[in-house]
């Protein structure tokens, strides 16, 4: 097998550094060869990647166009004040920062705009899908706040917004954060805004997951309730990685004053001419039609799923991610993802809702349809997949068998080429 990206800009890089070609290009085929399930990852276009491994990768731009410590900006100036105004039309919001350089210190930033220290976090508990910069211990965010957690119902693993009205009444936090990781149901961000005003809160949607979604209509949008909105830029929205913060005008002074100087320096403006180009691109009707199909693809695969006997949390989907609990079919997560990714489908184990393992070894996996979907895969591969799923799992410790299932799973990934890469 060969692919072509390499064969045009990655001459220099096989002469200087053989080794990283090699790692580069086995990585590629890697790429190619899989079906790739992880919710948060997915291919970008050509077009993204020559923006990102640009000459801007060459620019040190401290500052905000028209207000920088270094000259030289007049180009780069241009570009990231093009790239905000994409962001500003794309999302319907009044301001953009597009220089976080993810989405961790993106909700830091927020939080250092519109917090003091010690001020309390609320937000969905990291084991029952939340994320580590919504005030979990482990984080810097939950080290430097107060932080407290909401959890899922135990029954029907659904967020419970009178519990979470209850908890902001008693606990009265100073923000409330709405978003997840690992959570497969859409958001009511109307009713998060507005236990926020009850009880006098700034409220911050991270929609790191699902801004691919929203910018095509297939996931209700947090801007005309929230304070701020974060969202990482690869996920659904196929950009490069990067994190954009938006917000109402009367914060934009205080958030980006939190992003320089407050915790970065010079942005990564090669980073921000890609995410400009992706902006452009989620601006058509067909990244529109992909942001359905992604989750029409998610139900597709969910419901193959549920045939098949898996366990998924709150019943299925109706967002781009699945929540598979593993304990029914007697297989630990992480080892029914080493499996799968033997034979060539790739998902992460994950925590479930109240689960009895510990976080490196726990009973869940978690899968997602945003890479399949961009490779032009639809229902019928959904449903293939959860075949593959299903026979790879019952084969957990059968090597001969997941590599027999990997050599199927490769001449089928061959048949939906991946943006950017083509094998011959």
């Not at 500052?63 to 180009?75: F, L, N």
């Not at 006098?200 to 699902?210: P, Q, R």
Request: charged letters at 25%; hydrophobic letters at 40%.
């Amino acid at each position: 097998m060969t692919t072509q990206i390499g064969d045009q800009y990655l001459v220099e890089t096989e002469r200087t550094d053989p080794e990283i070609f090699r790692l580069i290009k086995e990585e590629e085929r890697y790429q190619v060869d899989s079906v790739r399930l992880i919710p948060s990852e997915n291919y970008t276009s050509r077009a993204v990647m020559e923006a990102t491994g640009s000459v801007l990768a060459n620019k040190y731009s401290e500052g905000y166009p028209g207000k920088r410590y270094y000259e030289g900006q007049r180009v780069v100036d241009q570009i990231e004040t093009l790239v905000q105004d994409r962001a500003k039309a794309l999302f319907g919001v009044e301001h953009a920062n597009v220089q976080p350089y993810s989405g961790s210190p993106a909700n830091l930033a927020v939080y250092f705009a519109l917090l003091q220290p010690g001020d309390k976090i609320m937000g969905l508990a990291l084991p029952h899908g939340g994320h580590l910069t919504h005030g979990w211990p482990v984080s810097a965010t939950g080290r430097y706040y107060t932080a407290v957690q909401y959890e899922v119902d135990p029954k029907t693993h659904l967020i419970d917004y009178d519990a979470v009205r209850a908890m902001a009444k008693a606990e009265r936090p100073r923000i409330i954060v709405a978003g997840a990781t690992a959570y497969p149901r859409q958001y009511d961000f109307a009713k998060f805004g507005e236990i926020a005003r009850e009880v006098d809160a700034y409220f911050l949607a991270d929609i790191s997951h699902i801004s691919g979604l929203i910018v095509a209509g297939a996931h209700p949008d947090p801007a005309p309730y929230a304070d701020a909105v974060m969202t990482t830029t690869h996920k659904t929205l196929r950009g490069p990685r990067g994190a954009m913060i938006m917000c109402k005008a009367e914060h934009a002074e205080a958030i980006d004053k939190a992003v320089f100087p407050g915790l970065q320096g010079g942005p990564h403006e090669n980073t921000i001419a890609g995410i400009g180009v992706a902006l452009k691109e989620a601006a058509t009707d067909e990244f529109r039609a992909y942001g359905q199909q992604i989750v029409v693809n998610a139900k597709a695969l969910a419901g193959e799923l549920k045939e098949r006997g898996f366990d998924l949390i709150t019943g299925g989907t109706d967002n781009h991610l699945i929540l598979i609990d593993l304990t029914g079919k007697k297989v630990i997560g992480k080892k029914a993802a080493k499996a799968l990714d033997r034979a060539n489908i790739v998902g992460n184990y994950n925590t479930i809702p109240f689960d009895t393992r510990k976080p490196f070894s726990p009973s869940g996996l978690r899968i997602g349809t945003p890479s399949v979907t961009t490779r032009g895969m639809k229902e019928d591969e959904m449903r293939q997949i959860g075949r593959w799923m299903d026979e790879a799992i019952a084969a957990v410790k059968d090597e001969d068998a997941l590599d027999r299932i990997g050599e199927e799973v490769r001449d089928f990934c061959r048949q939906y080429p991946a943006p950017g890469m083509s094998v011959s």
